[in-house]
């Protein structure tokens, strides 16, 4: 069994600035960083380093080629990223010294994926393989219908939340993973018990539902599992749910209990929460191995 992941490659530039700008002010910038970004790139790291084989399939333009190194640097299969014509997908990141932080979200070539794309992507894989997605490219609905047709396993991290998801058909989703802020928009429920109740309905197959720093809930409609999120010294809990998401699904699709894949993707992403910063901080499995060992 392989996995591939269709999703965004992002490169964040983050400045840091004194104090967030006004309208129409020009403030200087000393400290500029570039990192690699995207659901989509995050995600295929953290489904690669918990041991499984892992295609990425996405777009870049020219100057996102380092995205596409750094993947391959980890391990992640990169041969079916496109290179195009277009930007790549890009976040501009303003930061002032107390974390608060404003945004500008480009994004370019991960909005251009095309059916013939999904196609080509596709027919690297067969009845059996796991493919994830989030919600920051186009064709979503069309790699769900041609995946189901291939029998593939679908998992969906439905993430950013935007209005479409309320309506959206969930019911070939083998495993669908989200937080609190996107379970309740959804289901336009705010107590958790009806969110995931709500979520069950809609969904083919299970709903794995995070709650930051209260830990996270499993549910298929019949087996229900809830487990703490482990004690640590939160610094940076960007990624958290990235991190957690390859974690859980390895562990649900080699067989463990419910309770037992839920442990093992909350220490991942409470290892991943005492560092700064998103992708660079996802943890290799000997590291989760030992964490656990040790709490
Ligand atoms: P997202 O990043 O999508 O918003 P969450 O914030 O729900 O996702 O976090 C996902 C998982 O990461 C949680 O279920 C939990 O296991 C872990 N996590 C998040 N915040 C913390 C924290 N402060 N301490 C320990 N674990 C955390």
Not at 33 to 53: A, C
Not at 93 to 99: A, L, N, Q, R, S
Not at 111 to 124: K, Q
Request: charged letters at 20%.
């Amino acid at each position: 069994m392989k996995a591939i992941v269709f999703g965004s490659l992002n490169i964040d530039k983050v400045y840091s600035l004194s104090h967030l700008p006004e309208k129409g002010e020009t403030l200087s910038c000393g400290r500029y960083e570039i990192h690699v970004g995207g659901k989509g790139l995050n995600q295929s790291i953290s489904l690669s380093n918990s041991g499984m084989e892992v295609y990425m399939a996405g777009q870049i333009g020219s100057d996102g080629i380092f995205l596409k190194e750094y993947l391959e640097k980890v391990g992640v299969n990169t041969s079916l990223i496109k290179v195009t014509d277009s930007f790549s997908g890009h976040a501009v990141i303003e930061v002032d010294p107390d974390g608060q932080n404003q945004m500008i979200l480009f994004p370019g070539a991960n909005r251009e994926t095309t059916p013939d794309y999904c196609d080509e992507v596709l027919e690297n894989f067969s009845k059996g393989d796991l493919i994830l997605m989030q919600y920051e490219t186009s064709q979503v609905e069309y790699m769900i219908e041609k995946a189901h047709e291939k029998g593939l396993v679908i998992a969906l991290n439905p993430s950013p939340y935007v209005d479409k998801l309320k309506d959206f058909d969930y019911s070939r989703i083998d495993y669908l993973i989200l937080n609190e802020y996107e379970g309740q928009s959804i289901t336009g429920e705010s107590d958790n018990g009806k969110v995931i109740e709500a979520l069950c309905e809609k969904v083919g197959g299970a709903v794995i539902f995070t709650l930051g720093g209260d830990g996270a809930i499993y549910s298929d409609g019949k087996v229900t599992a809830k487990v703490p999120a482990f004690k640590v010294n939160a610094v940076d809990t960007t990624g958290a749910g990235d991190t957690f998401t390859g974690y859980i699904l390895n562990s649900l699709m080699s067989g463990k209990a419910p309770e037992e894949a839920l442990r093992f993707a909350s220490a991942a992403s409470a290892i991943a929460v005492t560092k700064a910063g998103a992708a660079e901080t996802i943890p290799s499995l000997e590291q989760v191995n030992n964490f656990l060992m040790e709490n």
